[in-house]
């Protein structure tokens, strides 16, 4: 069973430009996450979906951040204008449960960004 | 709201060594609780897992029991190998509400031969 694919692996921008990260989730998997992880930090949650829905945006910072999952299954995430704090690997995981469920998560390798 | 705490790392130990990583929670009503490695290059993934209180999860020789009453996960193993050098994660599942996981720091375990 293939895993959870990430794309690009690394990423190294300018402050103020843009970058936009893909995730293809494992096949039938209906709850996608995206996690922030910085440096010496354990992932938090950017972003939820169950299919094509949000279930939890709460921690997404919205006035930068987007995130959509077009059709139920791949899912992109987008940084417009990023700041120097926004350098961080991003996760990308996916799950089998609906969400509320207690299931595993499945997560891809991830996409670590630089921002100078 | 909830939330998880480790102990500090790095963690550096012999080979053949026994290791305790400790982690403890607080959260509302009864979370699942989780343990995630990463090992140097790749992704996450679960080691191991426990839904209820006295449940013990184990995998690869690595166990952890849900305590409830001390709120507490730690992660052990009684004779640990160069190869389980790696950052060990405890986290909880938000239940009921989004499942969303809740991580600590991590701590990063260095086995040296």
């Known amino acids: 069973e293939a895993g959870v694919a990430q794309s690009p692996r690394y990423k190294i921008i300018e402050k103020r430009q843009s970058v936009a990260f893909w995730c293809n989730p494992i096949s039938g998997h209906a709850t996608l996450y995206w996690y922030q992880q910085i440096l010496g930090q354990g992932p938090k949650l950017l972003i939820q979906?169950?299919?094509?829905?949000?279930?939890?945006d709460s921690q997404l910072p919205k006035d930068r951040f987007s995130a959509e999952r077009l059709k139920g299954v791949d899912s992109t995430l987008k940084i417009q204008p990023a700041k120097l704090e926004d350098s961080a690997v991003y996760l990308c995981a996916s799950s089998p449960m609906a969400s509320g469920g207690a299931g595993e998560q499945f997560f891809g390798p991830g996409t670590r960004l630089t921002v100078l | 709201g909830n939330s998880v705490t480790q102990m500090e790392g790095p963690v550096t130990l012999s080979e053949e060594a026994f290791l305790t990583i400790n982690c403890t929670y607080t959260a509302t009503g009864y979370p699942s609780l989780f343990w995630y490695v990463q090992y140097p290059g790749e992704g996450l993934q679960l080691l191991l897992k426990?839904?209820?209180?006295?449940d013990k999860g184990s995998n690869k020789g690595f166990e952890a029991t849900y305590r409830k009453e001390t709120t507490s996960f730690h992660l052990e193993k009684g004779s640990v190998q160069v190869s389980d050098s790696a950052v060990y994660f405890c986290a909880l599942s938000d239940l009921g509400n989004t499942g969303k996981l809740i991580f600590g720091q991590g701590t990063t375990l260095q086995v040296k031969p």
């Open positions: 979906f169950q299919n094509n829905g949000v279930v939890d």
């Open positions: 426990a839904t209820k209180a006295d």
